[in-house]
């Protein structure tokens, strides 16, 4: 399941939330044309190719392939073409990737927007550590690590509501997770972020 993609292994959430938001403009793409205008926009952080993350929302449903042959769709994939024997050598060839409604789902799912909300909804207790961190990576050159440490504790050690202590790296997480601060040399506020609290 499309959902399922993201949530059994965190790492895809970034490249799958770029290819995503590709059908912000368009709901289908040539395949090449997709692999192109990712590639433009792709970070090294992904560390997969956007073909990979392509096929990988293929394969969970995310997104639906269309193979036109001369006009016709082609009931097969590229591979089955090439060992085709009806299928003439100069056939024009089309290869269309489109969004299904389990992308368009997961595509929400993902937005820093809901992800904030969620967050906050769920641990109410923390809200206002999560206002405060937020607010201290929305300086201008951003917070770094003792600074929202700092911010996390400043009024002394956080319990949880089964009384353990929590450290500030678990709000740092979760606030990066939901998309309300992101790292790049400093902890900087998203506008996700800053919304959520506002």
């Known amino acids: 399941m499309a959902i399922d993609l993201v949530e059994h292994n965190p790492r895809l959430k970034e490249p799958v939330t770029c290819v995503l938001g590709m059908y912000a403009e368009a709901e289908t793409f040539d395949r090449a044309q997709l692999e192109e ?8 952080s992904y560390s997969q190719a956007p073909a990979t993350i392509i096929e990988s929302l293929l394969r969970n449903g995310a997104l639906a392939e269309q193979i036109v ?5 082609y009931d097969g994939t590229l591979e089955d073409i090439q060992r085709d024997e009806s299928v003439p050598l100069e056939a024009e060839v089309s290869d269309g990737i489109s969004i299904t409604q389990a992308g368009r789902d997961l595509a929400a799912s993902l937005d820093p927007d809901f992800t904030m909300r969620a967050l906050l909804a769920d641990r109410p207790h923390y809200r206002d550590v999560f206002a405060r961190v937020i607010s201290v990576c929305a300086a ?3 917070a770094s690590r003792e600074a929202v440490e700092q911010a996390v504790e400043q009024d002394g050690n956080v319990v949880s509501p089964d009384g353990k202590r929590v450290y500030p790296q ?17 902890w900087r506020a998203t506008q996700a972020g800053l919304r959520a609290i506002a």
């Open 69 to 73: 042959v001369d006009g016709q769709v």
């Open 140 to 142: 201008a050159d951003g």
């Open 170 to 186: 678990y709000f740092m997480d979760a606030l990066e997770t939901a998309g309300g601060i992101v790292w790049d040399g400093a």
């Open 37 to 44: 205008q990712l590639s433009q926009v792709w970070r090294e």
